[in-house]
């Protein structure tokens, strides 16, 4: 077999080129039907009628579901039951035209083993998780069809190509940061997200629930947290230097039962949620529905509302131990709902104006005998951080957190550039890679006046494909510190699930590409073969109902004339 790597699906060992076309539908033949491009690219894939002959999905073809792989048959029956018709019913083990479905612990974890021959498919996993993703390919393998929620072509057959892959991911964390507190995204959404994920085998979606803009979590103790925290009167429209006003009326939250279904429903996708409930900045919308919160001796919080402009906002919390038994109120909730094994707290862009001028602030740091204001985050984040471990979970915080040193199980978000996370790296903790001129996708994907509401350097889809998320200066001890990495969806200039959808659509399945597939041995990813397997991927986009950025540029509904972003010329430094 062939071992491609994440660059190419040519079948060398058949002598047959892969197409790189829409899949079945090209007119092959029944017995060899064209291979659809995979995204991400497996490791190991072999194709051609030197394998076998196709495996056709009909209607008396079985799911063989051996134990631990219920899920996947579940997800299977589901998606692509639905999408093609076929009842794909519980087998009982005797007869071919099967799609058999195993554990294999002798896979990598996350890896999987699918084989296609003439009689029955067989799918091998190192877990559930695994199965689960090597159904993701079997999908792909279907053509663009299959990612429909219903037939549109009666009679059509849906022919595996005969073949091989072998595959696991690089990364244990592939993730996407997802802002519902700038603009709220509604249940539905988040949940098509997740669908949206697993299809580009990402698992972990970091959940950003809180910020100065609105609190998006139902709390049963403080319940003035969504009555007040997750409502704002008006919004900035464009850049915080634009000067535009929506003066439509914001919000949304999620209901308690809302954050067990999206939990769950991740889960069934083995989709890990992460929360962020941001400490000490951040914070105005909770400080607005509980003033005592705030820097009371500085400021007239009681006059406070939801925040409805963007950027670094100076009202901060207040040092207290009231302020602290508050939060850990807020985390038991919210681990009883979470079961990931990482919180996120925050920890960024906390302005020390207000304790600098606060009498309490200033006895509170002589008191705790900390190193002044920063001293005095790094205070909360160490007291979260023993909270949390104390009760069986780890603490993650942006790179900030940093500053004044950190507890041995804390991990980092390094977003500032990459210099963060190879200190943390260094000193032991582990990373994720999310640095932002890299992989923020409110970034601008193109120059240009058409460009809607235009954030930063320009990040081209082969921009982001060519992200590395290890540097080279990190020592092989360090580097197995870097647990994986993220892309960072933050949606100030983006009000509703199609601005959404432009920005992160298609520049995540190049992401995904770089948090699944190995890195070469030349250490650099081919985006020619990329490209021309986003040809297919295109059409499985839009068989989605994804409102991509198409290749040409934004379509005319695309466009945001007249309203201001804040681009910015060159080329973006790597830190």
């Known amino acids: 077999m062939t071992d491609h790597g994440p660059d190419t699906d ?145 009679g059509h057959t849906w022919a595996l190509p005969p073949g091989t892959v072998e595959d696991a991911p690089r990364f244990g964390w592939r993730g996407l940061m997802l802002d519902v507190a700038r603009h709220f995204m509604p249940k539905d959404d988040v949940l098509r997200q997740l669908d949206l994920m697993a299809a580009h085998k990402l698992n972990v979606l970091h959940f950003h629930l809180t910020d100065d803009q609105g609190w998006r979590i139902e709390i049963l103790r403080h319940p003035r947290l969504t009555e007040v925290g997750a409502w704002r009167a008006r919004s900035k429209h464009g850049h915080r230097f634009s000067e535009l006003w929506d003066d439509t009326p914001h919000g949304g939250y999620y209901t308690q039962d809302d954050i067990r279904e999206i939990v769950a429903y991740a889960a069934e996708r083995h989709i890990t949620v992460v929360p962020e409930i941001d400490v000490p900045g951040h914070s105005q919308a909770a400080i607005a529905a509980y003033p005592e919160l705030g820097n009371t001796d500085v400021v007239d919080t009681a006059a406070l509302t939801v925040w409805d402009d963007w950027g670094i906002n100076p009202n901060v919390l207040a040092p207290t131990d009231r302020t602290l038994r508050f939060y850990e109120g807020v985390l038991e909730e919210v681990l009883a709902l979470f079961p990931s094994p990482f919180v996120h707290i925050g920890g960024d862009e906390c302005p020390k104006d207000q304790w600098r001028a606060s009498p309490a602030a200033q006895a509170r740091i002589a008191e705790l005998g900390v190193d002044g204001e920063d001293g005095l985050q790094s205070w909360f984040i160490r007291h979260f951080d023993g909270w949390l471990a104390e009760r069986g979970r780890r603490l993650i915080g942006w790179d900030e957190i940093l500053e004044g040193g950190l507890a041995p199980g804390a991990a980092v978000s390094s977003w500032r550039g990459y210099r963060g996370g190879v200190a943390a790296a260094e000193a032991g903790h582990d990373v994720v890679m999310c640095p932002e001129q890299q992989v923020y996708l409110d970034h601008r994907q193109a120059p240009g006046d058409d460009e809607p509401i235009p954030i930063g350097y320009v990040r081209t889809l082969e921009d982001v494909y060519r992200f590395e998320p290890v540097p080279p200066s990190l020592s092989p001890e360090a580097a197995a510190h870097v647990i994986g990495t993220q892309a960072n969806v933050w949606t100030e200039v983006m009000q509703n699930r199609s601005r959404v959808d432009y920005q992160v659509y298609p520049r995540l399945a190049a992401f995904a590409e770089v948090a699944w597939s190995e890195l070469p041995p030349s250490r650099e990813r081919v985006f020619a073969d990329f490209e021309r397997r986003m040809e297919s991927h295109y059409a499985r986009l839009d068989a989605l109902g994804v409102g991509y950025r198409p290749p040409a540029g934004p379509r005319p509904w695309q466009r945001r004339p007249g309203v201001g972003g804040r681009p910015i010329e060159g080329t973006p430094p790597v830190v």
């Open 10 to 154: 040519t079948d060398t060992d058949t002598g047959t080129d892969t197409d790189h076309g829409p899949g079945p539908d090209t007119g092959a033949r029944a017995d060899v039907p064209a291979v659809p491009a995979l995204v991400p690219a497996p490791r190991r894939a072999a194709w051609g009628p030197a394998v076998g002959g196709a495996f056709v999905l009909g209607p008396r073809t079985r799911i063989d579901a051996g134990p631990g792989t219920e899920q996947a048959a579940r997800w299977l029956r589901s998606s692509v039951g639905a999408a093609t018709g076929l009842p794909l019913a519980p087998g009982d083990g005797e007869g071919g035209d099967r799609l058999v479905l195993a554990v294999d612990p002798h896979l990598p974890a996350e890896g999987y083993r699918l084989a296609v021959g003439e009689d029955a498919v067989r799918l091998d996993g190192g877990s559930a998780a695994g199965v689960f993703w090597g159904a993701q390919t079997l999908r792909q393998l279907l053509g663009p069809e299959a990612f429909r929620r219903a037939p549109v072509r009666p």
